[in-house]
Structure formats: structure tokens, C-alpha cells
């Protein structure tokens, strides 16, 4: 999105704003800063700001020490029931528009929506960044989901919320696979639909007590999911690319020409105070004419995965609660997390030894492996804390390929959002 | 009777056969190559590198920058793929005829050609004659200086002949434990670009980054450079009392080494050497594992022979203002032993390039000088080219992207042949002329 275009989002809800009679402007404060105009406009004014305190135990890199990861504000609101919009900006050195769409929603299971938003895929890349359950996002969503891109979709949910579906056509390939020169994949379609296959259960009227209230109540929250997005990336080293959390490049693009297709899988379930993820997934880039001599290169493969799960140790009720509380809400709100995950780039073919270029036909698989050990502290409904120590280690497949110790990295979050 | 025959003929074919076998059985196996043979300069090579032609086009395109490209190397029988080349050189640099560094171990840290890691395919954009480089290590060489191996190649990118180079061996840990039996002190390449402000050994603060990573790029040692001894040895060019010169400098750098280093660039006419025309350019300084003591290693010669026969000895020494002399050298050049030391390197390197004889190239000093200089037979320097020039000369004519003529070509070599003629007896009379 460009400045231009953020500029007249929002200069359209300052006009829609400015058209409503003043008397009728209502200004309002629970979560967050609200004007409300009439009974069909409402303006909600958003803020986040997130602090990293770092320390590695890999070669000494610059980000240790203490750094603003983000900084955003923005401005989210409905006009009339139909339309809702929300506008979103990066502050700082990385100034940028985040979100900045519009959503017509003349049904629940009919919405449109329109402008920059993520492209649907990825469960973990799709979760706010307030709500991740870690500092980080996987490495699987943080290298191989496309993020955001300008495009339109449409969404809804049907039988209740049994089903969801997500259909979208976007410019071109999200802003993780844009880098550098690295132009991603062209115009890419992406469709993601997910199923809760319990959740249209009628609750039994006599239950036999609150434990199995309990237990029929948490399947009914299993939510499956499956996504996929199709482009054509131009010739040229223009891969994905691989990095660890210190953002240190452990696999570099290699050549690629021809259609990227994502795939994935994924599962969220929330049973009582537990919290459980798992999510799976595989980019695969057509490398056609991409050999030495210009033949056709077997695919690279980049696959990811992970699962994780959270405890809040005061039970599922009490951090609803800390979530909601405008006082400090103790150790209602304390969780813990862990997480297990796998980031691997590679490709097949016997004609040659697993080699480690950008031509090869034979990429030397590259596999990263992390695990992740959280506290996540919800203080109130408006700040978080989160401390992760990360370990992450590299397993290299390329013939006399270095032996890679473990790295560490302890990172403590300091989160502030309305 | 017939039957016989053919009994007798079918027999001895066999006991024939038997023995061939017998004799190629017991035939020792080709040896091995080595690096020797690929930098034999008695032959011409050809070198043979496949790569996607998308990414020499773009190499070609995109030749100031440094961006590697996968190909196969191929040279005699061997074929050692998950290569790396990319463009190299400062004012070398070229879209047309590129220079090339081949890197065999960046894909694969482990992977070595003949226990190289890497090469340098240099393109001699700069010189019609192809040959400065290669004559003048030689020369390097024979006055018992380390300095990298060199052979002409006929270079084939794709199967499509795309010049004459010449294989520089790399400066690197290869080449330190050949040539010092370690490999693990600190080496830097002296670090010139065409921008850059002449630099000749200023003292320019205590503070290490005004020497290191800029002039003095560290090839080894690169996350942890300890640019300290360096910047020392600066302070101490500037202001050790002249008494103690020797003693002090001593503990920062091989000063014999460096004097005859410099005779021999001055021999050889170098105008882009330690006593540049630009400041220094051209050299790598190595510091020997647990000391503070270094050595130089010469590198790129071909501006070598550009300051003609008539070059002064004692040219950006005593023959400019003091602003733009070399402070080290012109401080080292005022002992006495190290001045009588670099004259004496100067007649050495006259007498070698002007033997007639080979085998007084090996013990100069008993040599008749005369006897090289005068009369029908050819010096050791006139040889060399003219031997080299045979070698390449087909390869040269036929080079489709060298920037200059073949009459330019075959002039230049001329003037060079005149150079080898004419060069000793001029440095010998400037030698005999300079008080010691």
C-alpha cells in the first residue's frame, strides 16, 4: 500500500467523520479511545508498542540490548453495520502501512473485503501479533507464509461458525517472499477454509455434571484448517530465503522460474486452561531452465511446521478475566508456552550429490529445528509481558557440511496495546 | 602344413598379447596432478567453465559488482562442480573481457581443487602484452620472494572461447602454508580503490580502524582482525629516533625483505607498486602467527614495465617532495646497510634478467655481466618473454575480448622485448652511479 492510497483511507473517515452532526459525536473509552457518530459510525483508535530486551549467545550481533520491535498505530471502525474498515501504520525507521482495508459485510457468510490485508494462510501468520503466544511467530509462518498483499477476498462463515472460507486474488506475493530485490511471486490467488466439525453439536439439555459440560464444550472449539496460494515468480534468484530468529541467513534464494505453490494444514484447539497448535506446511518453486546449461532444476522444497501448547496456570476463566481487567490482574493472567518447531529447504534428484549452490539440482536439505520455552504474563487488558528462551540449531545435509552448535536466544517482551 | 602356420601365427599373437598386458599391468598409474601442473607455465592451459548463460550475461553486466555465480571448472580431466566465480579487480574491471575469481570452497566449505581453495583468472585488460604479470613474479620468485604461481589459460565460457587469461595463484592460508609452513597469522590485503587518498605509511592516529579494515582489508582473521600491531608499527615508522630505526622496526616488519621487495618492483619499472605512482597499491602484508613481525607478498604486476627502461631507482624515494615519499621507506633507505641492500637487490635483479647462462641464474654474483649484456645471446628476462610470447601469442590473436588491437598486441610485446634489453644495463649504471 502506499502512502497515497493510506493517505485517502483515511482522509474518507475523516469526511465520513466530519459529515455526522456533532452533537451526535460520542467519545468513549474502555479498551480503547472510541468516537462514536450517530448510531453508524464508530472509530476505534488503535496503538501498539512492543519492547525487546535480547540477549544471544551466537556470535555477538547488533540487535542485543533493547529494541522497540513495533510500533503502530491506526484507526478501526464500522460505518453502519455493513462496512467496516481498519488502517494501520508502522512508526519509526521501518515506516510502512500495515493493514489498511475495507470489509463489506452484507452477510456473515457473504463479506468482501478489499485493500491491504494478509493473505489467508497460515494460521500462526494470521494470529495478531497482540494474541501470539510467543515472542516470535514460528519460523515456518515467519519465512514461508506470504503475510501481507493488496488484493481483495472473499470470506464468511456458514452453519454457524462450522465453516469458515477465505478466497482471495492479490497483486502479487505477501511481504514475507518480498525482499531486497527479491520480487516474490506475481499475481497469487490464495484460498484458506476451515472446519470445526463440532461445533454444530447440540448441547445435550440434561448433562450429567460440569466435567462433562467441560469436556463437550472444549472439542466443539477444535478448528481445522487448509490453505493454499498459487503464483508465478519471474526467473531469478528470487527463492525464499531462510533465517534464523537472529535474522542471520542460514539459506540463501536460489533460482527459481515458474509457479510457487503454497500448501498447509493446521489445528487449534483450546481444551480447558490448555491451549494446543500445530500447523504444517510446504512452499514448492518451479525452477524451469534453471540449470547450468539450462534444464529444467527439480523443485525446492521449503517446508515448516510446528506445534506448540500453553498452560494458563490459573485456568482458561481467570485469564479471560486478566485479559479483561483494567486493574492489575496478578497471576491470573500467567501462562506457559512451549514450542517445537522445523524449517527445512531442499530439493530431490539422483543426478548429482546434494550440493549446496543456487543451480543445483540436487539442493542440499537445510533443516532448522527450534524449541521455545515462554511465560506469557497478562498483566491487564492493555499490557504484556513475555519472556522466551529460544534454542535454535541447524542441521546441514550439504557433503562436509560444518557441524552447527545450538544457539541460544533470551528475549523479553514488553507489550502495550489498546 | 597351412594348418601349422595358422596354429604357429594364433600362438605367437597370444604370447604377444600376454606380454603387452603384462607390460601395461606393470606400468607405474599416471600420477596424481597437482597444483604444480596447474600452474606449470610451460604449457598454455585451457580452462573450461560452465554456467547458466543467463548468469555470465549478467556477470558481464553487473561487472563492478561482487556476485557469485554456480558453475562447473573444468581443466584437463577433471571437473569439479559447485563452483563459484564472480568479477574481480579494481581498475581491471570489465563488462567485456571480465576478470575472475573462482572460489571452490564457497558452496562447500571443505571442497579444494588440487588443495587450492581458491583462483584468480585475470584478465590483463590493462596489458596488451599479457605478460607483466607473469614475468614480473617470476622475477619475484627468482630473487627467492614468495609470490603466487602464474600460467596463461585460453579461458572457454560455455564452449565459446572468451580470451586469454592468466591463473594468479591466490594469496590465502593455501598459500601461506606452502610458502611460511603456517597458515593461521594475520593476513591483509592492502586495499586500493581508484577513489581512495594516496596512501604511503602516514602516521594517522592510535585509533585502529584509520588502518584496518581500510587500506589494510583483513583476509584472514575477518571477525577479529587485531589491527593493533599494525597501527604500531605506523606510530613506530613516524617516531622511532633514527639510532633505533632498525631495532624498533624490526619487531613490526622483515625490513631485508621489504627493501629487496621494493628493488625488484623499482627493477621492473612497477608504477602501481609500494613506490606507486598513486600511493601504495599491490601488496599483501602477512604477520607471522604468535609475533608482530611481517612480511609483504607482492600481488598484480601488471603495471609492472609501464615506467620504461629510463625509471629512476630512486623514483617517489628522493626525487619528489616529502609529502609525497613513502615514510617507510624513505626512513629505511637512510641506514646505511639497508640502502647498500637495496642497490645491491637492484644489481641482482640486472644480472639475473640479463644471463645468458641458466645456470647463473642461481648464483648471479659470479657471473660475468658483460657477457649478458653485450653480444648476440639473449638474457634470462628477453628468454622469458619471448618464450611466453610463442605460448600465448596464437591464444592472444585469436582473443575475441581483449580492448586493444593485435598490432597493439604485437607492438607492445616489442617495446617489452626492447625493455628486457635494455632495463639491466640502465639500473646497473644507476646502481653503480648512487652513493651508498
Given at each position: 500500500m502506499t502512502m497515497k492510497g493510506g493517505v485517502i483511507a483515511t482522509a474518507v473517515l475523516a469526511v465520513l467523520a466530519a459529515g455526522s452532526p456533532s452533537s451526535a459525536q460520542v467519545l468513549s473509552f474502555d479498551e480503547r479511545p472510541t468516537v462514536k457518530f450517530g448510531k453508524s459510525v464508530r472509530l476505534d483508535v488503535t496503538a501498539r508498542v512492543q519492547g525487546d530486551a535480547l540477549e544471544r549467545s551466537a556470535e555477538p550481533v547488533s540487535d542485543d540490548g533493547f529494541d522497540l520491535a513495533r510500533r503502530r498505530i491506526g484507526v478501526k471502525g464500522a460505518v453502519t453495520p455493513y462496512v467496516e474498515f481498519e488502517v494501520e501504520r508502522e512508526l519509526g525507521a521501518a515506516e510502512t502501512w500495515r493493514d489498511v482495508f475495507v470489509n463489506v459485510r452484507p452477510l456473515r457468510a457473504f463479506q468482501l473485503r478489499a485493500g491491504q490485508f494478509k493473505m489467508p494462510f497460515s494460521l500462526d501468520q494470521l494470529t495478531s501479533a497482540t494474541n501470539l503466544d510467543f515472542v516470535y511467530r514460528s519460523r515456518a509462518a515467519d519465512m514461508l507464509a506470504p503475510g501481507r498483499s493488496q488484493g481483495v477476498a472473499v470470506h464468511g462463515r456458514l452453519v454457524g461458525r462450522m465453516f469458515g472460507y477465505d478466497v482471495g486474488l492479490f497483486r502479487r506475493d505477501g511481504e514475507s517472499a518480498r525482499f531486497g530485490t527479491n520480487p516474490g511471486a506475481g499475481q497469487t490467488g490464495a484460498a484458506r477454509l476451515t472446519v470445526r466439525p463440532f461445533d454444530g453439536r447440540r448441547a445435550r439439555p440434561a448433562g450429567p455434571g460440569p466435567t462433562e459440560t467441560k469436556r463437550r464444550s472444549s472439542i466443539r472449539d477444535v478448528e481445522f484448517g487448509i490453505n493454499a496460494t498459487s503464483g508465478e515468480v519471474a526467473e531469478g534468484r528470487y527463492s525464499l530465503r531462510g533465517r534464523l530468529t537472529s535474522r542471520n541467513t542460514f539459506f540463501a534464494p536460489v533460482f527459481v522460474n515458474g509457479r510457487r505453490l503454497r500448501v498447509g494444514g493446521d489445528v487449534d484447539w483450546q481444551p480447558g486452561p490448555f491451549g494446543i497448535r500445530a500447523e504444517i506446511m510446504r512452499v514448492e518453486d518451479q525452477r524451469i531452465?534453471?540449470?547450468?546449461?539450462g534444464e529444467t532444476l527439480a523443485p525446492l522444497r521449503s517446508d515448516g511446521w510446528y506445534i506448540s501448547g500453553t498452560w494458563a496456570v490459573a485456568g482458561r476463566r481467570a485469564m479471560k478475566l486478566a485479559e479483561a481487567s483494567r486493574a492489575p490482574a496478578g497471576f491470573k493472567g500467567l501462562e506457559l508456552a512451549s514450542r517445537i518447531e522445523g524449517l527445512a529447504f531442499g530439493s530431490f534428484a539422483e543426478s548429482e550429490p546434494a550440493l549446496r549452490n543456487p543451480r543445483a539440482d540436487h539442493l542440499a536439505r537445510i533443516d532448522e529445528q527450534a524449541w521455545t520455552f515462554g511465560v506469557n504474563w497478562t498483566l491487564n487488558r492493555w499490557a504484556r509481558l513475555q519472556f522466551n528462551a529460544i534454542r535454535e540449531q541447524l542441521h546441514d545435509a550439504a557433503n562436509g557440511a560444518p557441524v552447527h552448535a545450538a544457539s541460544w536466544t533470551r528475549v523479553v517482551r514488553v507489550q502495550f496495546a489498546m | 602344413m597351412r594348418y601349422q602356420l595358422r596354429i604357429a601365427a594364433f600362438v605367437g599373437l597370444m604370447a604377444l598379447a600376454s606380454a603387452a598386458a603384462g607390460r601395461a599391468q606393470d606400468a607405474p598409474p599416471p600420477s596424481p596432478l597437482t597444483a604444480g601442473d596447474f600452474f606449470d607455465d610451460q604449457v598454455l592451459h585451457t580452462i573450461r567453465l560452465i554456467i547458466n548463460p543467463r548468469d555470465w550475461q549478467e556477470l558481464k553486466a553487473n561487472f563492478q559488482l561482487n556476485t557469485y555465480y554456480p558453475c562447473h571448472f573444468i581443466w584437463r580431466n577433471q571437473v569439479v562442480r559447485n563452483v563459484a566465480i564472480r568479477s574481480r579487480g579494481t581498475g581491471s574491471r570489465s563488462g567485456t573481457k571480465p576478470g575472475l575469481r573462482v572460489d571452490f570452497n564457497l558452496f562447500d566449505e571443505y571442497q579444494q581443487f588440487l588443495g587450492l581453495k581458491s583462483v584468480v583468472l585475470r584478465n590483463n585488460v590493462q596489458d596488451p602484452t599479457n605478460l607483466h604479470e607473469r614475468i614480473g613474479m617470476q622475477l619475484f620468485t627468482k630473487l627467492g620472494l614468495p609470490a603466487p604461481r602464474e600460467a596463461h589459460t585460453r579461458v572457454y565460457v560455455n564452449d565459446e572461447y572468451v580470451g586469454l587469461y592468466s591463473i594468479v595463484e591466490s594469496i590465502d592460508k593455501v598459500f601461506l602454508a606452502t610458502r611460511y609452513g603456517q597458515e593461521n597469522g594475520y593476513l591483509y590485503e592492502y586495499d586500493y580503490d581508484v577513489d581512495d587518498q594516496p596512501y604511503r605509511f602516514e602516521y594517522k592516529g592510535p585509533e585502529t580502524s584509520l588502518y584496518s579494515p581500510k587500506p589494510f582489508k583483513p583476509v584472514t582473521h575477518e571477525i577479529d582482525p587485531n589491527p593493533r600491531p599494525l597501527a604500531e608499527m605506523i606510530r613506530a615508522i613516524k617516531e622511532t629516533p633514527r639510532p633505533e630505526f632498525v631495532n624498533v622496526m624490526s619487531r613490526y616488519l622483515d625490513l631485508r625483505q621489504l627493501v629487496i621487495h621494493t628493488a625488484i618492483e623499482s627493477f621492473l619499472s612497477e608504477i602501481d607498486g609500494v613506490l606507486g605512482e598513486w600511493g601504495m597499491n599491490n601488496y599483501y602484508l602477512y604477520r607471522f602467527e604468535g609475533t608482530t613481525v611481517s612480511t609483504l607478498i607482492p600481488w598484480d604486476k601488471s603495471e609492472a614495465f609501464k615506467g620504461g627502461v629510463t625509471r629512476n631507482i630512486w623514483r617517489n624515494i628522493d626525487d619528489v617532495p616529502s609529502w609525497l615519499q613513502n615514510v617507510l621507506m624513505t626512513r629505511t633507505l637512510l641506514v646505511p646497510e639497508l640502502r647498500g641492500l637495496y642497490l645491491d637487490a637492484l644489481q641482482r635483479c640486472a644480472e639475473i634478467a640479463a644471463a645468458t647462462d641458466e645456470a647463473v641464474d642461481h648464483d648471479i654474483m659470479d657471473a660475468d655481466p658483460s657477457g649478458g649484456l653485450v653480444g648476440e645471446r639473449v638474457g634470462w628476462l628477453e628468454r622469458e618473454i619471448r618464450r611466453a610470447y610463442e605460448q600465448i601469442r596464437e591464444a592472444a590473436l585469436e582473443d575475441p575480448a581483449k580492448p586493444y588491437s593485435n598490432e597493439e598486441f604485437e607492438e607492445d610485446v616489442q617495446r617489452l622485448i626492447e625493455f628486457a634489453r635494455e632495463r639491466s644495463a640502465f639500473v646497473l649504471n644507476e646502481v653503480e652511479r648512487s652513493p651508498r
Open positions: 531452465d534453471q540449470g547450468l546449461r | -
